[in-house]
Nanobody, 128 residues
Framework: QLQLVESGGGLVQPGGSLRLSCAAS????????IGWFRQAPGKEREGVSC????????YYADSVKGRFTISRDNAKNTVYLQMNSLKPEDTAVYYC?????????????????????WGKGTLVTVSS
């Protein structure tokens, strides 16, 4: 079965850190661009960060730039999102997605739709 599984979400205080993982099963992530997206209650899903399959180029939404870092470990078939200095407005369900062909990582993150695979999401709650 081809799937993406997110993990690492939870409850954290403002200013804290979490590391999300996106693991693939049934296929290899080597040839896919991977994105992290989030959806807060009552809001549309938005792109947080994306990473290409070829040269490792990355994109970050302005709201997370300087605080979040995306990385990939192809040997472990996993992509990570390190989230530091978390804010209450980062509270959302975080999803990872994979797509085999992109124009740019920015386009992938901004477009949101058209992905080949989606995970089911992991909840991140930032609250004191």
């Amino acid at each position: 079965q081809l799937q993406l599984v997110e993990s690492g979400g939870g409850l954290v205080q403002p200013g804290g850190s979490l590391r999300l993982s996106c693991a693939a099963s049934g296929f290899t992530l080597d040839y896919y661009a991977i994105g992290w997206f989030r959806q807060a209650p009552g809001k549309e899903r938005e792109g947080v960060s994306c990473i290409s399959s070829s040269d490792g180029s990355t994109y970050y939404a302005d709201s997370v730039k300087g605080r979040f870092t995306i990385s990939r470990d192809n040997a472990k078939n996993t992509v990570y999102l390190q989230m530091n200095s978390l804010k209450p407005e980062d509270t959302a369900v975080y999803y990872c997605a994979a797509i085999a062909w992109i124009t740019t990582v920015q386009a992938m993150c901004v477009t949101v739709g058209g992905m080949d695979y989606w995970g089911k999401g992991t909840l991140v709650t930032v609250s004191s």
